[in-house]
């Protein structure tokens, strides 16, 4: 039975929250919300383009033109809504929420899709909002994200789709390390078998073998937009991330290396190949979750049944596929790829939507794929935690947004991360404590003795 607003108000007497729901309740308050579906938004605005929507809430040309060029998003003004991107739409979502007049600011989800130049740009605009005196709620499974805005957290626990519990607030860092070491100390309560270790990789002993897929002076040409990819491979019982900006080509490459887009050069693969896009739709699938992943592979419960259960996929195989979460959704389909018979398994966002522990077990399944198999992976995300985690080693991506792109070698992660940060001139550091890596505060002192080091990932 659910409560009518009186009946909260009643419940948290004596408490803040009691002020708080009175002031909600009296409409005494003003809230500016960031859902974490943003296609809602395109539903209702679809027609209407960014700026006609942008005017609507500045107060003078000046303040639109500074938000434009902040943002950098001077280019796609002048679209429709239903025309970007998701993650453009993210960011255009998030811009709006923030210039909306409001006492207190709700952001569930904010860095789907966004690469790290993107969420720091996004995290310094919070920051900013902070110091002049802005109320901000975050929602995010992006741990480095959380670590570098917060001051403190809630860590939320329970069982899926029966109960969810709210701690009592934590400083950030000691909420993070209460989190992935599963006890929270101040309710004397342990929410987790076993701790989350995210700096020990299983399988390091496993010898990389021989190469699965290589490629050679590759070049791709669509609307506008180049792609260059001199040589690299990858190789047996390899796993290789991708990082780098929005718009730079790495969906492309992986396209090419699936076979589903033509290119110029030589992409040498003699292997078979499971593919898992960064977008899809589910909407109109009316089968079920036992279904979909069968067609894939209708032997899966034979071998894969503990990780029916650790994905959370066990209790879901009588669902339809399109009554699914986006969380859900991402994990069914991550799944079914893994299962399926192949030599290499390409994986574009595979972290999407999901919450930080099926994160971490998703990157575990991988592992356990690839080097108790024998297989390669390449795998394209933005979670730094995770990429670095996931990965054996890892290819960057640069060039400008949009218009050229250039796929780097793959290299050791730290080389990697060193080298895409230093583009961006971002800094970042692992907690001492649990090990998450934190953006620097642009300009701190953190920032420029690394910066004189040459040590943007450390």
């Known amino acids: 039975k659910s409560l009518d607003e009186k009946e909260i108000i009643k419940r948290f007497r004596g408490s803040e929250l009691q002020k708080y729901f009175e002031r909600l309740h009296y409409k005494d308050i003003k809230i500016s919300y960031k859902p974490q579906n943003i296609y809602v938004f395109v539903k209702l605005y679809g027609e209407k383009k960014v700026i006609e929507i942008l005017e609507s809430l500045v107060k003078s040309k000046e303040e639109l033109s500074n938000i434009l060029k902040e943002f950098n998003i001077e280019n796609i003004a002048e679209r429709k809504i239903k025309e970007l991107s998701g993650g453009e739409l993210q960011k255009i979502l998030f811009i709006i929420t923030s210039l909306k007049e409001h006492d207190l600011l709700l952001i569930d989800e904010v860095t789907n899709y966004l690469d790290i130049y993107e969420r720091v740009k996004i995290s310094s605009h919070l920051l900013e909002m902070k110091e002049k005196g802005d109320t901000i709620v975050i929602i995010d499974h992006d741990l480095s994200f959380i670590n570098s805005l917060a001051d403190i957290v809630h860590v939320v626990y329970g069982v899926q789709k029966a109960y969810g519990v709210f701690s009592s607030p934590i400083g950030a860092s000691d909420g993070i390390n209460q989190y992935l070491s599963g006890f929270i100390r101040k309710e004397n309560l342990k929410i987790r078998d076993k701790a989350i270790k995210l700096d020990v990789k299983p399988y390091t ?6 190469d699965i897929v290589s490629w050679k002076k590759v070049y791709i040409k669509l609307d506008g937009f180049e792609l260059m990819a001199d040589e690299g491979s990858i190789r047996e019982r390899e796993i290789v991330g991708v990082i780098g900006r929005n718009g730079i080509g790495k969906s492309t490459f992986a396209k090419a290396l699936a076979g589903e887009i033509k290119y110029e050069g030589e992409i040498s693969k003699e292997c078979s190949i499971s593919y898992k896009p960064q977008y899809f739709d589910f909407s109109d699938l009316e089968i079920t979750v036992h279904e979909f992943i069968s067609r894939f592979n209708p032997e899966y419960k034979k071998d894969y049944n503990e990780y029916l259960v650790r994905l959370g996929l066990a209790d879901l195989l009588d669902h339809r596929v399109n009554s699914l979460s986006g969380g859900e959704a991402q994990t069914l389909y991550c799944f079914s790829v ?19 522990e099926q994160r971490i077990n998703m990157a575990k399944f991988i592992r356990d794929i690839i080097k108790l198999k024998d297989k390669a992976a390449l795998v394209i995300d933005h979670d730094v935690v995770l990429v670095d985690y996931v990965s054996d080693s890892i290819i960057v991506f640069e060039g400008e947004p949009g218009k050229k792109g250039v796929v780097n070698k793959p290299v050791e992660n730290k080389i990697a991360f060193n080298k895409f940060l230093e583009t961006l001139d971002i800094t970042m550091r692992r907690d001492e404590k649990n090990r998450i890596p934190k953006i620097n505060k ?3 002192y953190l920032d420029r003795l690394q910066k004189e080091r040459k040590e943007f990932y450390t």
Not at 205 to 210: L, Q, R, V, Y
Not at 339 to 348: E, G, Q
């Open 442 to 444: 642009k300009d701190s």
């Open 338 to 356: 893994l299962v399926k018979d192949a030599d290499l398994y390409i994986l574009d966002e595979p972290f999407a939507f999901l919450d930080i």
């Open 205 to 210: 002993d496993k010898k990389i073998g021989k």
